[in-house]
């Protein structure tokens, strides 16, 4: 279903009727419609136990790692990779 100003915020459902997460709509409704995403239940629980323990959202643990798609020719040839390597 589309997601606008009248149901942001409101609970997503799977064809079960199981309540999966909470849908927003992303953008300003003046803007665009049926733009929209959802955060996934887990999220959601884990956001509300944090804020009961802590006080506050401490986020989920990360490794520190990031990475960078290799796709544009220029960044390849940057790095001094060849047209053949991928990454």
């Given at each position: 279903a589309a997601?606008?100003?009248?149901?942001?915020?409101?609970?997503?459902?799977n064809r079960n009727g199981?309540?999966?997460?909470?849908?927003f709509q992303?953008?300003?409704?003046?803007e665009a419609e049926?733009?929209?995403y959802?955060?996934?239940?887990?999220?959601?629980?884990?956001f509300?136990?944090?804020l009961l323990k802590h006080g506050k959202y401490t986020g989920f643990p990360t490794l520190g790692v990031e990475t960078q798609t290799?796709?544009?020719?220029?960044?390849?040839?940057?790095?001094?990779?060849n047209d053949k390597q991928k990454g």
């Amino acid at each position: 279903a589309a997601i606008n100003s009248g149901n942001s915020g409101g609970p997503a459902f799977n064809r079960n009727g199981e309540c999966v997460g909470i849908a927003f709509q992303s953008m300003n409704s003046d803007e665009a419609e049926n733009i929209g995403y959802v955060i996934p239940s887990l999220v959601v629980t884990h956001f509300l136990k944090d804020l009961l323990k802590h006080g506050k959202y401490t986020g989920f643990p990360t490794l520190g790692v990031e990475t960078q798609t290799m796709e544009n020719s220029q960044l390849r040839e940057s790095f001094g990779m060849n047209d053949k390597q991928k990454g």
